[in-house]
């Protein structure tokens, strides 16, 4: 049982997102590369608030068995993943069926979870807790009784909200944790400062040629967007690409139904998408009940995408390489694999040679923020 | 010092009598000239017409007219632009060479190939009168 | 930046409405039926364009399209009726591409029915086509609807028959949209006879629906948006209450109301064709009602494709568009005003960036 208070921002390098409670929409400056960091109007940033939020978030009382924080999960020494695991294990070690994303640059994204079942990191962080394979609390209220008692957290949520007793809900808990989500932004990697700083020596020849090959023969840059003075690597849609569901495409329809007639709520979704491995490859469908959605899934980022292995919303994809073959044979894992009738129309072979798919993971490789280049270097040695 | 001037008058003054001759200052030209380089010009927006209808230009057999007959949804007037699907802005010529990898399955196109040009001459012909659009998406 | 502030289940219901059309186990709008006819649905699957390259290797981009709307259509619950394949299954009317085209088909757990297009024709005259899927025009009642089938993509005899050294050639010529070479589509005296004698046994206020390949409308002659005889053979149907006239060839949508008779476009499971009005030196006349589809964006290669779902509902139709990465459409009869509307896009205020900004 640990408890942690707290003196200052996690990371280094990295600028905080700071308005001093003006209470109208921020928007922040942010790392070489990237856009203003957004902030909502009604949880606008205060140093207090980012560090209550991280006292939140490394907090692992709040789970069933007080050994599950969002820290485990999301390691802030693991930039913010659980890498190597595939999928994450919550209490007593009860896995999921999903690969943690982190939450590095999360903030860009316009919905939050792998199926965008999220609309806000706010939002986001109410469900872990009540997740039977998470956290596994059966509802808020031990949260709630911790922040409402523990002398040192009655006096940040009164500092920082001007709170207390009871009028300490979830939304003070969650606007909390998303601001000190929010600071977690990181740029100015090799690539940004070669792209968009005009430093020509920041990428070797490889990178460049990888460079060359994303925006054209690689098909990558549509979803993984790059554009002219910032570049978020996500054009936060969601895409069937092949992985998952082609194990399971006679069952498609059946499984497809049979989730419509069960007509889940929204935490009835949250819970059966990750406790069903079935029914956790229909993707998006499972939120936005369309055939576009069917096996589809958010394209996540690729920035720092060398340090957050295993790749993919199941962790199936071990290796940079391998998901770069992936798309190379056409959204299966093995050349000549049936293709599922579902698959995003962006998505068909591309007949790169061996040279090329090392060019690209070389690129990616680039994408990596100092702050995560020690990080980077022990995985590549794995 | 009026021998130098005398003899440089009368050199011009013979310059002037030989151009006169030939009547060729540099920005005069006659509707002969003017209908010839239009034919010149139309037998390149041929060969972009034909290379246009093509089922060469790719691997796949696909053709340009297929999807742009016409040149149709081209929108010549709007370039260079930010293109969505190269990240960045770009000339006419780097959207053909897109088409020609992505649905035509093929090879792109060196930017000064003659082929090239003859493709963006049909393109712009067939464009012809509307007004410049520069940058819309 | 937008959205900040929506509650979770606010969230999920809002999804859920946008994607109302195409949603499983939706597929029909079922209203309480009037009179004594039944209403009913059926799906609409148009312009494969199924094509060959060599031996064994079809263009990839046009299977997808056709393999994708054969497993959707599948997938609807309540199941249609039946199922009508639009025309031009093959581009060059070869039997590779027929057979091809035509085993894809096969997967359809329904009923099918076939219209002719004019890339399946003009190889052999439609003989291998009547091979694998019967008759050229017929027609058949369902459910108290007269349903007829046109060819519609004939054209003149001489054209047809005499101008081109090779079967080959002739179907080179009208494969090409915008050939100047090509000849224009029509219904041709021996069908309209038929289709007289045929319409004589349908009582005033039997409800018809037809289907063609060629708008039965004069569109964009340079084209072939256009039926060269549209006029007699909207006259033929002038006598009746509530006619409906389906056509394919034009990969975008379109509709319009001319007196009685409602037109709809299907879209075309291959690829998007562009407006006539996008072509500068054109002379057209545009179907006015018309919402246009979104923008696509040709990086997702089935965007602005897609196949329909159709409401048979008191004799008229409303027309669900499945468009893959893209806003689903419907587009239905409106009693009140008489004619065909997008029920969400028609007012000019409602619309969206995609369909405004071409």
Redo the contacts between chains.
């Keep these: 049982m640990r408890k942690i208070t707290f003196a200052g921002v996690l990371t280094v390098g990295v600028l905080c997102a700071m308005s001093l409670g003006l209470g109208q929409?921020e928007e922040a400056s942010a790392p070489l590369g990237l856009p203003p960091v957004?902030i909502?109007?009604?949880n606008p940033q205060t140093q207090e608030k980012i560090e209550l939020g991280e006292t939140l978030f490394l907090d692992d009382r709040f789970s069933s068995t007080g050994d599950v924080s969002c820290a485990t999960c999301h390691a802030p020494e693991k930039a913010f993943t659980d890498s190597p695991l595939a999928v994450s294990e919550g209490i007593e070690k009860l896995t999921g069926t999903r690969n943690a994303p982190t939450v590095v640059n999360s903030v860009y994204f316009?919905t939050q979870f792998w199926d965008g079942?999220?609309?806000?990191l706010e939002?986001q962080a109410?469900h872990p807790f009540i997740n039977p394979v998470e956290m596994g609390l059966e509802d808020h209220q031990p949260i709630l009784d911790i922040v409402r008692s523990d002398p040192d957290y009655v006096e940040a949520f009164e500092r920082v909200f001007g709170k207390t007793g009871d009028e300490i809900t979830m939304t003070e808990v969650t606007q909390a944790i998303a601001a000190f989500e929010r600071t977690q932004v990181a740029g100015d990697s090799p690539f940004d400062r070669w792209y968009f700083g005009g430093e020509e020596t920041a990428l070797n020849e490889a990178q460049k040629r990888g460079f060359e090959i994303f925006v054209n023969e690689g098909?990558c840059v549509?979803c993984h967007v790059i554009e002219q003075t910032q570049a978020l690597f996500t054009d936060n849609r969601f895409h069937n690409i092949g992985v998952g569901i082609n194990a399971i495409q006679e069952e498609v329809?059946e499984l497809?139904?049979e989730f419509?007639?069960a007509e889940a709520?929204?935490s009835e979704?949250d819970v059966k998408v990750l406790t069903d491995a079935r029914t956790s490859e229909l993707g998006r469908f499972a939120?936005?009940?369309?055939?576009?959605g069917l096996g589809a899934f958010k394209t996540p980022t690729l920035r720092n995408v060398a340090v957050t292995a295993p790749y993919m919303h199941d962790g199936s994809v071990k290796t940079l390489r391998d998901a770069v073959v992936h798309y190379n044979n056409g959204g299966v894992t093995n050349e000549g694999d049936p293709v599922n009738?579902?698959?995003?129309?962006?998505i068909?072979?591309l007949g790169l040679t061996d040279e090329q798919i090392d060019d690209l993971v070389a690129f990616m490789e680039a994408l990596t923020s100092p702050q995560f280049a020690d990080l980077a270097e022990e995985a590549g040695q794995e | 010092m009026t021998k130098k001037i005398a003899g440089a008058a009368f050199i011009a003054t013979a310059l002037a009598v030989v151009v006169g001759m030939f009547a060729v200052d540099a920005d005069e030209f006659t509707k002969e000239d003017l209908d010839r380089w239009h034919n010149e010009y139309m037998s390149v927006v041929k060969e972009g017409r034909e290379l246009w209808?093509s089922a060469d230009l790719g691997t796949?057999?696909?053709a340009c007219?297929?999807?742009?007959?016409?040149a149709?949804?081209t929108h010549p007037e709007t370039y260079p632009k930010f293109q969505?699907?190269l990240g960045g802005v770009v000339a006419l010529r780097d959207m053909i060479n897109w088409?020609l990898m992505?649905?035509l399955e093929g090879e792109a196109l060196e930017l000064d190939d003659p082929k090239m040009v003859a493709m963006e001459a049909y393109v712009t012909w067939?464009?012809?009168?509307?007004e410049l659009a520069p940058g819309k998406? | 930046?937008r959205?900040?502030?929506?509650?979770?289940?606010d969230?999920?219901k809002g999804?859920?409405a946008?994607?109302a059309a195409?949603?499983?186990?939706v597929g029909t709008v079922k209203l309480a039926f009037a009179d004594k006819r039944k209403d009913f649905t059926f799906a609409y699957i148009s312009d494969a364009h199924i094509?060959?390259?060599a031996g064994a290797e079809f263009?990839?981009?046009w299977d997808?399209g056709l393999?994708?709307a054969v497993?959707?259509t599948?997938?609807l619950?309540p199941k249609p009726d039946f199922v009508v394949f639009g025309g031009d299954l093959a581009q060059l009317g070869t039997k590779p591409e027929l057979d091809h085209g035509a085993e894809m088909l096969s997967d359809l757990k329904y009923k099918m029915y076939c219209v002719m297009g004019e890339h399946d024709y003009y190889l052999d005259l439609g003989e291998y086509w009547s091979e694998l899927f019967g008759p050229h025009y017929y027609s058949w009642d369902h459910k108290g609807v007269h349903f007829v089938t046109l060819n519609s993509i004939l054209t003149y005899d001489e054209w047809t028959h005499e101008r081109w050294p090779t079967a080959e050639q002739r179907m080179l010529e009208m494969a090409?949209?915008?050939?100047p070479n090509g000849s224009p589509f029509m219904v041709g005296e021996e069908q309209r006879n038929w289709l007289r004698k045929d319409l004589e046994k349908v009582k005033k206020d039997t409800p018809i629906v037809l289907f063609s390949h060629s708008p039965i409308q004069r569109i964009y002659k340079?084209?072939n948006f256009w039926t060269e005889d549209a006029e007699e053979v909207q006259a033929l149907l002038k006598p009746f209450d509530d006619v409906t006239v389906v056509y394919g060839h034009v990969h975008q949508i379109q509709y319009n109301q001319i007196d009685n008779i409602s037109f709809h476009a299907v879209m075309a499971t291959a690829?998007?064709?562009?407006y006539?009005e996008?072509?500068?030196?054109?002379e057209i006349n545009w179907p006015e009602l018309t919402v246009p589809m979104n923008r696509a964006?040709?990086?997702?290669?089935?965007?602005a494709t897609g196949w329909q779902t159709i409401d048979l509902e008191n004799g008229r139709i409303g027309m669900s568009y499945?468009l893959?990465?893209n806003t689903?459409r419907t587009v239905k009869y409106n009693p009140k005003t008489g004619r065909p509307e997008d029920t969400a896009f028609q007012d000019p205020a409602k619309r969206i960036e995609p369909q405004t900004?071409?």
């Design positions: 929409a957004p909502p109007e009604d316009r079942r999220s609309p806000s939002d109410l098909r549509s329809p497809a139904g419509l007639e709520t929204a979704v939120v936005a009940r369309t055939f576009d009738d579902f698959l995003s129309s962006g068909r072979p | 209808v796949n057999g696909v007219a297929q999807c742009h007959p016409n149709a949804n969505q699907q088409c992505n649905p067939e464009r012809r009168g509307v998406h | 930046m959205r900040r502030n929506h509650s979770r289940r969230f999920l999804a859920g946008l994607a195409s949603c499983l186990p094509q060959h390259i263009v990839r981009n997808r393999i994708r497993a959707e599948n997938m619950n090409g949209l915008d050939n340079g084209w690829w998007p064709w562009p006539p996008s072509y500068a030196q054109a964006d040709p990086f997702f290669e089935r965007d499945n893959y990465d689903n900004h071409f």
